[in-house]
């Protein structure tokens, strides 16, 4: 299982590489490398298996974190409606997406950031993904509110982007101007 041990932390170079696309249709390998990244995101959640291997609570993942350099990505989370936005996907790509923009009026945090960054983050409001799922099937998400907020995080990751990049130098708490905020 993946641990806290397997998560590369910030300084490592992969995480500011640009990840390879995954060749399809996905090897064994790569499927079992994707869902044991969902997984981990499970047992992240999971009050007991997190504390007893203390793993750091995550909605997402993406494989530069587990140091692969390829394009993919877990989401494990529930939005404001209480749906389950449960993803693992090959090669994912914001296809279009809104001009307003949303931050998280927390702020963002990163399990390769052994650190608070204050600051807001802006994103898309609304995303439109197309990725392959892990049984070769092309699917297409339109995705808002925080599970649009973590798929762009978990993309940026594989573009060798973190989070508090995004965070205005000047002002962290500017108020991205095309923005609604999301609490
Ligand atoms: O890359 C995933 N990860 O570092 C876990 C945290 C993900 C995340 C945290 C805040 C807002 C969006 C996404
Ligand atoms: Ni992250």
Redesign the pocket.
Known sequence: MITMDDIIREGNPILRTVAEEVPLPPSEEDKATLKEMLEFLKNSQDDEIAAKYNL?A?????AP?IGLKKRM?ALYLTDEKDKLHEYALFNPKIVSHSVEETY?ES???????DRDVPGY?PRFSRVKVSAIDINNKPVVLKLRG?PA??I???I??LNGIM?YDRINKEDPYKVPEKATTER
């Open positions: 750091r995550g909605i997402g993942l993406a974190q990505i998280l702020g963002e945090g990163c399990l390769s950031v983050v925080l907020i973590a762009q995080h978990e940026d990751h989070f």
